[in-house]
């Protein structure tokens, strides 16, 4: 059960392909949803006043004075090097954005912006908790069972043993503090479940799991199909295995979408079928739509950082919020602080 | 087009969760679609024999002619470790099987068993085509504009940049003699399409393939949700990568299918509907049929190895089957040691 505590999340409103007018959106309707959480966005003044104030009878006067504008006279576009963002954006929306979590006035920073900005500004910006030598991007997907956390979706194209570990805590602590699940099943993806499988990084990280001690329960090896199976809570793999996997299931749900489509609009018949099972084929379009899964969640950093899809809109990017405010209620960062000592307990702080 | 050449396919009887039963079935599919083609199966004589005889109406005279039955002792277990079943199962269906195409009695072995020990036997007897470095494992996938072959998908977890070259120039030989796409576009499966992503072995290899002469448009670096999106005829990447992509991308499409039986049924409209569309419903569950596909293709071997699926039934076997009918007939070898040769001229054989 998670406190209603006050709550300061800082967004970036310049963000992504569809614009502040999405965001602003997305906030109202995250605030509606969150009465004890307040906002700063950050952005263009006069555009987001105006935008605010076209929403100001929806807002209301206590919600209205929820949000606090901030101006940023810059933004990050969406093709722009991370190196050149870092050295050249210090007054762009999303720099900005991050740095309200730096000085501890907010939690939280959500942005739809330029994910490997967003990553090294984040990096540059917060640092990285204590024990954990890389961050990493999770995302949430649906199984079987429930969901499942996956990670990394990219932060990290080479992966050592260490960091695959580090991965598996930080996705067992969010699996704890946010899914509310007590003790997180975990698993390595690999090429077969057998011990000797593998290269170097995952082998090593096996072993080292398997004589941590976690609040988990570390199932060893894992294959692509346990995850939906549902096998898993987490599944952990380096960022290049796993960004590849998570676009290329992207990819093969949208193909299945559309032959469903097509199939249905094939004769009167299957016309007339969907017309009639159209309550069902909204109930799976819900369930398999990939903006209820919250983005990127940017895990090992000193500060709750989510990425929203660049493409998303209104309903994608106030999921994204809220699941910055879990992860922040649910104290994912002291979570993945305390669990991380459980690897080597010598080298745990008091 | 294809010559209707005869041709002769050995195939491991025993091989399979199913056994030889489901093969001999998947045989007779096979041999009524192909009257030019000879089937040598091995197994247990007595079994096999008895399964014949109970289809011999089915199979007539002339089909039964086709069909020579060779003893093989034992069989490959599934479980088994690869390197055990290379020394100690030579009297095995799988080793005798692949012993036919390494004689020239046959030009293709199909199997169902154990893919490591599939591929460890195969190695060992057929050796690797001229300039090839390494085999790989090839699956044909549905895209939203036909179909795209991906590679590899497990014989090799760690890949350097000449062996991501070789998959590259055994799948677009692959597509040109199998597929019949006289130019087929070939892309490297990196975290992004910028050309200074990725890690050096994708780099490199990309390097290489953008100054070789082959016959194939090369995409440069493509995204996993670009192959279904049709974006390229063939997708590379190391088999770490595309073992645990195609696993996920299986469980992904179950799960979804899964989903939507499940709303279909929720209620009474919903199920009505569904009769109504249930032919549009089978053709996209046609669509998504995974047996369809034609298994596991081993390329770079001095002979042709397809791997059916362990659980596969008749349907699927028979796939498999036609799979390899097809790659022998389309002279898939040959195009690999003539567009190999076209990567490093100077290496070229007259």
Not at 104 to 125: D, I, K, P, R
Not at 184 to 194: D, Q
Request: aromatic content about 4%; hydrophobic content about 45%; some cysteine.
């Amino acid at each position: 059960v998670k406190v209603a505590r006050e709550l300061m999340v800082s967004i970036d409103a310049m963000g992504g392909d569809a614009g502040p007018s999405m965001v602003v959106s997305a906030l109202v309707r995250s605030a509606q949803r969150h009465p004890s959480v307040k906002y700063i966005l950050h952005g263009d003044e006069t555009e987001l006043g105006e935008l605010l104030h076209k929403r100001r009878f929806k807002l209301g006067l206590h919600l209205g004075q929820r949000i606090t504008v901030r101006h940023a006279p810059t933004r990050v576009a969406m093709n722009e090097k991370p190196s050149y963002a870092l050295r050249r954006r210090r007054d762009s929306s999303m720099w900005r954005a991050i740095e309200s979590v730096k000085t501890g006035e907010a939690e939280a920073v959500v942005s739809a912006g330029n994910t490997g900005a967003l990553m090294a500004m984040s990096m540059y910006q917060l640092g990285l908790i204590d024990g954990i030598t890389r961050p990493a991007i999770a995302t949430v997907w649906p199984t079987q069972r429930g969901q499942a956390v996956v990670l990394d979706c990219g932060a990290n194209i080479e992966c050592d043993a260490e960091q695959l570990v580090d991965f598996a805590v930080m996705g067992e602590a969010f699996a704890r503090a946010v899914l509310g699940l007590p003790r997180p099943r975990v698993g390595l993806l690999n090429v077969g479940s057998e011990e000797l499988k593998g290269h170097d990084a995952v082998r090593g990280a096996a072993q080292i799991l398997r004589s941590a001690n976690l609040p988990m329960e570390f199932c060893g090896f894992i294959e692509g199909n346990h995850i939906a199976e549902g096998v898993v809570d987490v599944a952990v793999t380096d960022g290049f295995t796993g960004n590849i996997t998570l676009k290329t299931v992207e990819g093969t749900a949208k193909l299945i979408a559309g032959y469903l489509k097509a199939a249905l609009r094939r004769s009167f018949l299957s016309r007339l079928g969907a017309v009639l099972a159209s309550g069902a084929l909204m109930a799976l379009k819900r369930k398999l739509d990939p903006r209820a899964a919250g983005g990127g969640l940017f895990l090992g950093l000193n500060g709750v950082v989510v990425k929203s899809h660049g493409g998303t809109d209104a309903l994608g990017f106030a999921y994204a919020i809220d699941t910055a405010i879990d992860m922040a209620l649910g104290g994912i960062n002291k979570s993945i602080v305390a669990d991380r000592a459980g690897v080597s307990p010598g080298m745990a702080t008091p």
